[in-house]
């Protein structure tokens, strides 16, 4: 019996012990916890990447603190640019890279690199401690500056770099060859701000049918494109900006896309004098009536006839922003016999020659749910904004109307301008982007 009552005793000491080692071990680690807090303290007062990097060498406990400490201030971007490119030690390098190649969203190469795309391929490829032959986070690729820093070899290698990508823009003397290779890319964009991109037809015309992925796709010149399409067949496209002398001949596929919200045409230099009444532009409108919301256009360009709203504006039901620049023609129809007034939310009637100041002022009257207008320089001054300021006050709009004008700084003092800025009912602004759109040619958007 005293044997059985010592064996409970001392099952139950250890039953305790344990009982509180199990305590101890749930006790949070402070003195590890406050040697994080104060590391993170002196970490964060190192400058210099290089310096980082090698006290991320110098104490790995602390590695995931310092990647997560990473990931939030540098900007993830990776290129012949991006800094750790200048630290000297390759052992740094080496370890940055192997740290933080999948943490990089974006990929950038311009012309201030350190080499062009294929010398910094080469580099952080055949490391011989450390092999980048993925950067699996980046979505996106931005290609800039000189336009022979990336050929088309130099793609073939970014479809196997870059898995993921997402959005590709590029002003890159490239072809188009390679580019059906990112297989999971949404957005691509060719750039020719300064020069022709020498895109050839057959790989734009293979991207058309086969990249069904795709959610936008421009590919326009700023000068005389060379790429001449015949069919498209993109599902999910809903953005397309192309020249005329490239999407002429496809137009009835286009205006078929299940899912396009907006298309951008830009009329070739050697054809914009050559615009005539019957242009794309009235073939469009005609076909997308019912589902038009959106129409911006350079009339100067596109040279519409002085009647063109009787046959054209009047069958759109659903049109809500209206972007008519450098209208020279003596007839108005920013009215409520033209445009469906009580729906409008942006109009634009900067560049006009001739509007009077009675049709602006009714025109505001009508449009009660109008968000943005764009004044030509006539009518942007202090006496003009006061006669918008009464009709707004009178119709208790609850958001104040954005007053745009390309002239606006010239036209108020700075005292003046930062009153219009702030005011309840009418705001000078001086962001146009309500009204942006291809100005050497025109933009439509649809429900």
């Known amino acids: 019996m005293a044997q059985m009552q010592i064996t409970e005793v001392t099952n139950n000491t250890l039953d305790n012990n344990t009982t509180q080692q199990s305590d101890v071990e749930e006790v949070p680690n402070y003195i590890d916890n406050l040697n994080i807090i104060f590391f993170e303290q ?14 991320a060498r110098a104490y790995p406990q602390f590695v995931p603190q310092i990647i997560k400490y990473w990931q939030k201030r540098l900007h993830m971007i990776v290129g012949p640019n991006t800094a750790f490119l200048g630290l ?33 391929y080469d580099y952080i490829t055949h490391l011989c401690d450390v092999s980048v032959t993925r950067l699996p986070a980046v979505e996106t690729c931005i290609l800039a500056g000189n336009p022979d820093t ?19 823009m590029t002003c890159m003397n490239i072809s ?41 796709l421009d590919i326009t010149d700023q000068f005389d494109s060379q790429v001449r399409l015949d069919d498209i067949k993109l599902p999910n496209l809903e953005v397309l900006k192309i020249n005329l002398s490239s999407v002429e001949c496809m137009l009835p ?3 078929q896309l299940p899912k396009l919200k907006k298309l951008g045409i830009r009329f070739d230099d050697s054809r914009q004098l050559h615009a005539d009444d019957e242009t794309i532009f009235q073939q469009i409108v005609v076909a997308k009536s019912e589902s038009i919301t959106r129409i911006a256009l350079n009339n100067e360009v596109v040279q519409l006839p002085p009647r063109w709203q009787q046959s ?15 209208w020279y023609h003596d007839v108005f129809f920013l009215d409520r016999q033209h445009i469906p007034c009580p729906q409008m939310e942006v109009l634009s009637f900067n560049g006009w020659e001739i509007v009077r100041e009675n049709q602006l002022l009714e025109m505001v009257a009508e449009c009660t749910k109008l968000e943005h207008l764009a004044l030509n320089g006539y009518h942007c001054n202090w006496d003009k904004l006061n006669k918008l300021v009464n009709i707004r006050n ?8 954005q007053v745009f004008s390309e002239i606006m700084w010239s036209n108020f003092t700075a005292q003046e301008y930062n009153y219009w800025q702030y005011h309840q009912y009418v705001q000078v602004t001086c962001d146009s982007s309500a009204y942006d759109y291809q100005e050497d040619g025109f933009e439509i958007d649809f429900e």
């Open 312 to 326: 054209l504006l009047l069958e759109l039901p659903k049109l809500k922003q209206l972007v008519c620049e450098n």
């Open 88 to 120: 000297l030690d390759i052992e740094d390098y080496v370890f940055f890279m192997e740290h933080m190649a999948t943490s990089f969203t974006e990929l950038h190469v311009h012309e201030d690199g350190v080499g062009a795309f294929a010398e910094f």
């Open 394 to 401: 009178q119709e208790r709009n609850p958001e104040p109307l």
């Open 150 to 168: 990336v050929v088309d070899d130099d793609i073939r290698d970014l479809t196997i770099l870059l898995p993921n990508l997402k959005c590709l």
């Open 253 to 255: 596929q286009v205006l």
């Open 42 to 55: 002196i970490f964060e007062q190192i400058e210099e990447l290089s310096d980082q990097v090698r006290m």
């Open 176 to 216: 188009g060859l390679y580019i059906r290779g990112f297989r999971k890319l949404e957005e691509l964009v060719f750039n020719s701000m300064y020069h022709s991109v020498p895109l050839e037809s057959r790989w734009m015309q293979e991207i058309c049918l086969t990249m069904t992925q795709l959610k936008v």
